[in-house]
């Protein structure tokens, strides 16, 4: 199993950038997909998932209106849309996949594959 995960990067507050991901060595049809990060000192939290149809997802109240998680099983590929970026969203995104059909989960415990990461600062 392979991620490839890239667009992070230094932003201004109320800047956007897009996460990508390109995912191989499994069956997304079977998989929900999430997004994670970590802020130094800080636990890894979940900021996004998708469940494996598409028809669910899940955000936290510190992120919902401003993130998008979309998904392209066709080209195995992922993507976190971040608008209006706070300091607060500073740290380690990570690209994750969870063996879970009809819904996904936001807990790091669950998720079975993990990308390697990527920095996003968001700072003026």
């Known amino acids: 199993v392979q991620f490839v995960e890239s667009g992070g990067g230094l932003v201004q507050p109320g800047g956007s950038l897009t996460l990508s991901c390109v995912y191989s060595?499994?069956?997304?049809?079977?998989?929900?997909i999430g997004w994670f990060r970590q802020a130094p000192g800080k636990e890894r939290e979940g900021v996004s998932c998708i469940s494996n149809d598409d028809k669910i997802t899940y955000y936290p109240d510190s992120v919902k209106g401003r993130f998008t998680i979309s998904r392209d099983n066709f080209k195995n590929t992922m993507f976190l849309q971040m608008n209006n970026l706070k300091p607060e969203d500073t740290g380690v995104y990570y690209c994750a996949a969870e063996y879970r059909r009809l819904t996904c989960s936001t807990d790091p415990g669950s998720y079975d594959y993990w990308g390697q990461g990527t920095q996003v600062t968001v700072s003026s």
């Open positions: 060595g499994f069956t997304p049809d079977y998989y929900a």
